[in-house]
């Protein structure tokens, strides 16, 4: 189960806090729906328990804080806005890329694929879905490691209503195998319809926790709205007939000129402003709600997915339409007005009452883990029923007679009363909500491998590095006087570096900038996770990518020139050896020089830039120092260490030393070297920085 104690967010300036003081609990078994108005704090809300914004309070799933469950992915499963993914990716590879995410089989992948109705769109890309269609795949993702919990904002938001009542299908088979589901809903109807219990909520603030039953029955009663000219004489000539004929009846002064009447019909209301001569502009019958969710403007629905087989158009709302000025009941005045309102009172047989159309207007009470000590045990307060019952609690009865209320719900010089259990509820306030990093993949190498092959970006990259390389030789043999070494490499001495270095540093940069640009490890595009497995995992990649390019970049070009101008320019230098592995440790370095850079940076563009910075601004600093009299009094230092060493190296090691050592004293190689370490360490603070915090 979830249990949520008291949630609040930080004050923003001079605004109140967006969600203040929120508790209530989602049993295990049940659906249960989070109600309110844009605006009203619920995704807010959402994003405290899964402890994606700091503030205050504490959630407990199953009995332990987010940050205490080793595999959050597997415990509870998340579905926040869109799905965040490489538009070019298909759905079957971003499911199974987030299966070496989360440590799951891959055929974890097609089994979803099969159950939310996407088997047969699995190689449609992620860029081309409609909103129906990645409401799917979002479900598909949540669900993908088996949790127990679902959080999900608004998952019926935009869905025509065969796509609503599958995905709550969905929801309700997850409840009754005995996981907790928790969604979020501006319509009434659907939080009553398809929940199992409502907590509603406005301006931050818990108005009401109620079971579904409950919630229909005092919040969506039928009515009949009327508009007139003379509302306040017509309100007090049916309230008076009304106590005349010991009638029960309720009338709601909601605006001027606007009146909503419970407990008649049309006709009686019509045919009492025809008695007595009242112009009536509007009389409907309409199903009150809770004033939570403005009907919104008449407009067509979104075709069916393709997954159905069918594409439809049209609206298919039932009940009466309510225009979108005047679409806000008596308890949403009175909430914007007063959250806490007084508790309401019941009607008895015979009483005629003016009121608010909405009873059992009270913030839910204490947590079982903290009862009130002057509340009975199965009472959240007067008309609200407990925790374990379905308004069991005791309701004051109401004498005859009639009074009149306003629109916010109270008599006129009523004294305002603070619920009971907002006093003890707001003395068990945990400490702070840190933001939770996002969880490393748990197996790096497959995922890494899966989202580099998943996408065209590789492929398309090193064929654009093969054509410009091969053309550049060309080039370079038609002017004539290039070195060999160079003319092979296609690398002129106008640009900073080879095409096939440049490629791989694009690749390298691409590995770490994707994920801050679609990043599927973080939950609603938070925070990626720079921990040093992931970066062990692109180093790997990345550096093996430019391996290839270096390879296939040198034979293309050495193709290329013997078909273009013969045996003559392909001849291979005499040091082969030293220039190639100069050559693919230039490639590999920039390809690592990109990884490093963006994912310090937290930007593709960052990475690449630090790859042009090298051979730009690093090179001419080099250079410079390695120019100076101090460098020139330590030539030859690598003989002499070679000398000072006692033991010899086994199989002439020292020689590939001294390889090692005058690559790296070239100026591009040293560039580059340095550019790596300083990158790295920068890198490795900053994971370990965050781990402190």
């Keep these: 189960m979830i249990q949520v104690l008291g949630l609040s967010s930080h004050p923003r300036k001079d605004l109140p806090p967006a969600v203040d003081d929120v508790s209530f609990e989602a049993c295990a078994g049940r659906v249960t729906a989070l109600l309110g108005t844009p605006g009203a704090g619920r995704t807010t809300v959402l994003r405290l328990m899964l402890e994606l914004e700091p503030g205050l309070g504490v959630t407990h799933f199953k009995g ?178 009304a106590r005349t004929e010991r009638r029960s009846l309720e009338v709601v002064r909601e605006e001027a000129n606007r009146l909503s009447v419970y407990g008649s019909t049309c006709a009686d209301v019509g045919e009492a402003a025809f008695r007595h001569g009242i112009l009536v502009h509007q009389l409907a019958d309409e199903v009150g709600d809770t004033g939570c969710a403005p009907e919104p403007e008449a407009r067509p629905e979104p075709a069916l997915s393709r997954a159905d087989g069918t594409r439809r158009h049209g609206s298919e709302r039932t009940g009466a339409v309510r225009p979108r000025t005047e679409a806000r009941s008596a308890v949403t005045e009175s909430a914007q007005a007063r959250p806490t309102a007084p508790a309401p009172t019941t009607r008895t047989p015979g009483a005629v009452v003016s009121g608010p159309a909405v009873p059992g207007r009270t913030v839910p009470g204490p947590t079982p883990s903290a009862p009130p000590a002057t509340q009975p045990s199965g009472t959240r307060g007067p008309g609200v029923p407990g925790p374990g019952g379905r308004g069991a609690g005791a309701r004051a009865p109401l004498a005859l007679g009639t009074r009149l209320r306003d629109a916010r719900g109270r008599s006129a010089g009523a004294p305002e009363r603070r619920p009971q259990g907002l006093a003890t509820r707001s003395a068990v306030v945990p400490g702070f909500i840190h933001v939770r990093p996002a969880p490393s993949p748990l197996q790096p190498l497959r995922y890494e491998l899966r989202r580099a092959a998943g996408v065209g970006t590789g492929y398309l990259t090193t064929g654009v590095v093969l054509l410009t390389s091969a053309l550049l030789a060309v080039l370079l043999a038609r002017a004539g006087h290039t070195p060999q070494h160079r003319l092979l490499a296609a690398w002129p001495r106008q640009i900073p570096l080879p095409p096939a270095a440049l490629g791989a540093g694009l690749l390298g940069a691409i590995a770490f900038g994707d994920e801050f640009r679609h990043p599927a490890l973080a939950a609603d595009r938070g925070t990626v996770p720079r921990r040093l497995g992931l970066l062990t995992a692109k180093l790997l990649v990345s550096g093996t990518t430019a391996l290839m390019i270096a390879f296939l970049s040198l034979g293309c070009d050495l193709e290329v020139l013997y078909l273009v101008y013969g045996q003559e320019l392909t001849r291979v230098p005499g040091n082969w050896l030293s220039l190639g592995a100069g050559w693919f440790a230039l490639v590999v370095g920039c390809a690592w020089a990109g990884v490093l850079a963006a994912g310090l940076f937290r930007s593709t563009t960052a990475g690449l830039a630090a790859v042009l910075a090298v051979p730009v601004a690093v090179v001419p600093l080099v250079q410079h120092v390695f120019g100076g009299p101090s460098v020139r009094a330590a030539a030859g230092i690598v003989e002499r260490l070679r000398e000072l060493a006692l033991p010899q190296w086994p199989f002439g090691g020292e020689r590939y030393l001294a390889a090692v050592a005058r690559l790296v004293a070239q100026p591009v190689g040293g560039a580059l070297t340095l550019s790596l370490g300083a990158l790295l360490c920068a890198y490795v603070c900053t994971t370990l920085r965050t781990r402190a915090r």
Aim: with cysteine.
């Design 64 to 241: 332990r804080p987010l940050h205490e469950i080793p595999q959050p992915a597997r415990e509870v499963g998340t579905l926040l806005g869109d799905v965040p993914g490489h538009p070019a990716r298909t759905v079957r590879g971003h499911l199974r890329m987030l299966c070496a995410a989360t440590g799951v089989p891959v055929r974890r992948a097609d089994e979803l694929l099969e159950g939310v109705g996407l088997v047969s769109l699995r190689e449609e890309r992620l860029g081309s879905l409609s909103h129906g269609l990645d409401r799917r795949l979002g479900l598909a993702c949540a669900l993908l490691a088996d949790p127990h919990t679902l959080v999900l904002d608004e998952p019926a938001a935009g869905l025509s209503a065969r796509e609503a009542r599958w995905l709550h299908g969905v929801l309700r088979a997850h409840a009754e195998r005995g996981g907790t589901v928790l969604f979020t809903t501006g319509d009434s109807k659907e939080a009553a319809h398809h929940a199992d219990r409502v907590v509603a909520m406005n301006e931050g603030k818990v108005l009401a926790d109620l079971a579904a039953t409950d919630f229909a029955r005092t919040r969506l009663r039928p009515r009949v709205a009327v508009r007139s000219p003379h509302a306040a004489r017509l309100a007090a000539l049916l309230t008076k007939e």
